[in-house]
């Protein structure tokens, strides 16, 4: 075979040894990229699952504090009237006062916690938790009782669940009225609560996360005055 025979075959042996080379490589390729594209999808998973779980957090938190009660109604079942069917507490009932108290104290922490979440976190479920709350107040001679009489407790929620509990801006405010006259000596709580009253007058935003939000709002402002005046007594001190 003469060499001009064989430098053709040998050109095109060489050419089909290079597509094949780079047929091999872009398969390597497409593999490498079909195995970039995967990690970055379960990356982009990891980073929304990392995204949501606050959320996730947040509604399993509601789901818990305005269903925490019921597993003590299940126990205790001749107490869902008090709580249900806006039945007041009789003498001679199944139920003793103090557990009908203890339930309204109970009940009523956790239905306030749920709204200074709601007043927290705009990632709060806060529409099912108002209404859970707005039922159960006006369905509950025991826990509107128990927020007129512990009304001091609920510094960040009372307001909240005052206008939860009524129709209207005008009813809330009564209650507020009724609630100032009834501080007798202690002049900080009657401040607050005029201070509730005339914020309740004024806003546009009377909504009860609005309500809420205000008073964590304030809450913070006098945390950082505090802290103020703190730092500057620390440094007079210190001088």
């Not at 609920?154 to 206008?163: E, P, V």
């Not at 900080?188 to 005339?198: D, H, I, T, V």
Request: proline share 3%; hydrophobic share 40%.
């Amino acid at each position: 075979m003469t060499s001009e025979f064989l430098l053709p075959l040998v050109t095109v042996g060489a050419t089909l040894m290079l597509v094949l080379t780079g047929l091999l490589n872009f398969s390597v390729f497409l593999r490498q990229l079909r195995f970039s594209r995967e990690l970055l999808e379960t990356a982009r998973r990891q980073l929304e699952n990392a995204r949501q779980q606050p959320e996730i957090q947040l509604f399993q938190r509601a789901m818990s504090e305005t269903s925490e009660h019921l597993n003590l109604l299940i126990q205790r079942p001749y107490l869902r009237p008090y709580f249900y069917e806006n039945k007041d507490w009789q003498e001679g009932d199944q139920a003793t006062a103090d557990e009908v108290k203890l339930m309204a104290e109970l009940l009523l922490d956790n239905l306030a916690s749920a709204i200074i979440h709601s007043a927290a976190f705009p990632q709060y479920p806060i529409r099912s938790v108002e209404q859970t709350i707005r039922f159960h107040l006006r369905n509950s001679p025991a826990l509107r009782e128990f927020l007129v009489t512990a009304f001091d407790r609920f510094q960040l929620a009372g307001l909240a669940l005052l206008r939860l509990k009524n129709d209207s801006t005008q009813e809330t405010e009564a209650d507020l009225r009724l609630l100032i006259s009834a501080c007798g000596t202690d002049d900080a709580e009657k401040a607050r609560r005029e201070r509730l009253l005339r914020h309740l007058q004024t806003t546009t935003h009377s909504e009860p996360v609005e309500l809420a939000r205000y008073s964590l709002e304030r809450k913070r402002m006098l945390s950082l005055e505090l802290g103020g005046e703190a730092a500057d007594i620390s440094a007079s001190v210190s001088r």
